[in-house]
Protein backbone atom coordinates (compact mmCIF):
# COMPACT_ATOMS: atom_id res chain seq x y z
CA UNK A 1 0.00 0.00 0.00
CA UNK A 2 1.16 3.02 -1.17
CA UNK A 3 0.71 5.96 1.58
CA UNK A 4 -1.52 9.39 0.44
CA UNK A 5 -0.24 12.06 2.24
CA UNK A 6 -2.85 13.86 0.96
CA UNK A 7 -5.61 12.11 3.05
CA UNK A 8 -5.60 10.42 6.68
CA UNK A 9 -4.43 7.12 6.49
CA UNK A 10 -5.87 4.91 9.60
CA UNK A 11 -4.27 2.50 11.10
CA UNK A 12 -6.31 -0.09 13.72
CA UNK A 13 -5.08 -1.28 17.24
CA UNK A 14 -4.26 -5.11 17.21
CA UNK A 15 -6.05 -6.61 20.09
CA UNK A 16 -5.09 -9.40 22.34
CA UNK A 17 -7.29 -12.34 22.82
CA UNK A 18 -6.54 -11.63 26.64
CA UNK A 19 -6.82 -8.39 26.71
CA UNK A 20 -10.76 -8.93 24.74
CA UNK A 21 -11.61 -11.35 27.60
CA UNK A 22 -10.66 -9.21 30.20
CA UNK A 23 -12.92 -6.09 28.78
CA UNK A 24 -15.63 -8.71 27.75
CA UNK A 25 -15.88 -10.02 30.98
CA UNK A 26 -15.45 -6.80 33.00
CA UNK A 27 -18.70 -5.84 31.13
CA UNK A 28 -20.88 -8.57 31.81
CA UNK A 29 -19.68 -8.09 35.39
CA UNK A 30 -21.23 -4.31 34.93
CA UNK A 31 -24.39 -5.93 33.50
CA UNK A 32 -25.06 -8.47 35.75
CA UNK A 33 -24.24 -5.75 39.32
CA UNK A 34 -26.41 -3.30 37.19
CA UNK A 35 -29.34 -6.04 36.88
CA UNK A 36 -28.78 -7.01 40.39
CA UNK A 37 -28.83 -3.43 41.60
CA UNK A 38 -32.17 -2.70 39.48
CA UNK A 39 -34.07 -5.79 41.13
CA UNK A 40 -34.02 -3.43 44.60
CA UNK A 41 -36.35 -1.06 42.43
CA UNK A 42 -35.94 2.09 44.14
CA UNK A 43 -35.42 5.06 42.03
CA UNK A 44 -31.76 5.52 43.12
CA UNK A 45 -31.42 2.09 42.49
CA UNK A 46 -32.52 2.08 39.12
CA UNK A 47 -30.59 5.36 38.32
CA UNK A 48 -27.01 3.81 39.70
CA UNK A 49 -27.23 0.17 37.81
CA UNK A 50 -27.89 2.60 34.96
CA UNK A 51 -24.64 4.57 35.81
CA UNK A 52 -22.66 0.96 35.90
CA UNK A 53 -24.08 -0.19 32.98
CA UNK A 54 -23.25 2.72 30.78
CA UNK A 55 -19.68 2.79 32.18
CA UNK A 56 -19.51 -0.88 32.94
CA UNK A 57 -20.16 -1.65 29.33
CA UNK A 58 -19.75 1.21 27.59
CA UNK A 59 -16.39 2.27 27.82
CA UNK A 60 -14.75 -1.10 27.45
CA UNK A 61 -16.92 -1.04 24.11
CA UNK A 62 -15.47 2.65 23.23
CA UNK A 63 -11.73 1.40 23.74
CA UNK A 64 -12.13 -1.34 21.69
CA UNK A 65 -13.88 0.13 18.96
CA UNK A 66 -12.38 3.08 18.68
CA UNK A 67 -8.29 2.41 19.21
CA UNK A 68 -6.52 3.61 15.88
CA UNK A 69 -3.71 6.00 14.85
CA UNK A 70 -3.99 8.13 12.26
CA UNK A 71 -1.27 9.26 10.13
CA UNK A 72 -1.59 13.13 8.27
CA UNK A 73 0.39 14.99 6.77
CA UNK A 74 2.11 16.81 9.72
CA UNK A 75 1.14 14.57 12.72
CA UNK A 76 -0.17 11.15 13.86
CA UNK A 77 -3.43 11.57 15.85
CA UNK A 78 -3.80 8.53 18.67
CA UNK A 79 -7.78 8.06 19.63
CA UNK A 80 -8.39 5.43 22.07
CA UNK A 81 -12.23 5.92 23.87
CA UNK A 82 -12.51 9.49 25.81
CA UNK A 83 -8.68 9.81 24.79
CA UNK A 84 -6.59 11.83 22.48
CA UNK A 85 -2.64 12.55 21.81
CA UNK A 86 -1.70 14.78 19.23
CA UNK A 87 1.69 13.70 18.12
CA UNK A 88 3.96 15.94 15.72
CA UNK A 89 5.52 14.32 13.24
CA UNK A 90 8.80 16.64 13.06
CA UNK A 91 8.54 15.66 17.06
CA UNK A 92 9.46 12.13 16.64
CA UNK A 93 12.76 11.35 17.93
CA UNK A 94 12.41 7.44 17.89
CA UNK A 95 9.71 4.74 16.83
CA UNK A 96 11.27 1.50 18.64
CA UNK A 97 9.62 -2.06 19.37
CA UNK A 98 8.15 -2.90 22.81
CA UNK A 99 6.25 -5.09 25.01
CA UNK A 100 5.51 -2.62 28.07
CA UNK A 101 2.75 -3.54 29.64
CA UNK A 102 2.27 0.01 31.03
CA UNK A 103 -1.67 1.86 30.48
CA UNK A 104 -1.05 2.85 26.46
CA UNK A 105 -3.93 3.37 23.79
CA UNK A 106 -2.65 -0.07 23.22
CA UNK A 107 -5.09 -3.17 22.95
CA UNK A 108 -2.06 -5.38 22.64
CA UNK A 109 1.47 -6.06 23.99
CA UNK A 110 2.80 -6.03 20.90
CA UNK A 111 3.79 -2.64 20.54
CA UNK A 112 5.59 0.32 18.98
CA UNK A 113 7.08 2.72 21.60
CA UNK A 114 7.13 6.48 20.31
CA UNK A 115 9.54 8.82 21.50
CA UNK A 116 8.52 12.63 20.86
CA UNK A 117 8.81 16.20 22.38
CA UNK A 118 10.42 16.69 25.31
CA UNK A 119 11.26 13.40 27.27
CA UNK A 120 7.47 12.31 25.90
CA UNK A 121 6.50 8.65 24.94
CA UNK A 122 3.49 6.81 24.02
CA UNK A 123 2.54 3.31 23.29
CA UNK A 124 0.92 1.84 20.41
CA UNK A 125 0.14 -1.44 19.01
CA UNK A 126 -0.97 -0.88 15.10
CA UNK A 127 -2.22 -3.94 13.41
CA UNK A 128 0.38 -4.17 10.58
CA UNK A 129 3.40 -2.63 12.34
CA UNK A 130 5.80 -2.50 9.11
CA UNK A 131 3.38 -0.64 7.07
CA UNK A 132 2.98 1.62 9.66
CA UNK A 133 7.12 2.16 10.21
CA UNK A 134 7.48 2.10 6.82
CA UNK A 135 4.51 4.47 6.12
CA UNK A 136 5.06 6.81 9.15
CA UNK A 137 9.33 7.41 7.77
CA UNK A 138 7.60 8.26 4.26
CA UNK A 139 5.24 11.00 5.57
CA UNK A 140 8.03 12.37 7.72
CA UNK A 141 10.38 12.32 4.93
CA UNK A 142 7.60 14.37 3.24
CA UNK A 143 6.70 16.56 6.11
CA UNK A 144 10.40 17.79 5.81
Known amino acids: MLLNITM???YR???DIWLFVVLAFAALVALYSAGQTMAAGTTSAILVALLVAVVGVGLPLWLLLSTRYTLQTSHLLVQSGPFKWLVPLADIKSITPSNNPLSSPALSLDRLRIDYGKGRMLLISP???EQFLSDIEAARRAAG
Do not use: E, I, L, M
Request: net charge positive; charged share 45%.
Open 8 to 10: PTV
Open 13 to 15: SKV
Open 127 to 129: RDK
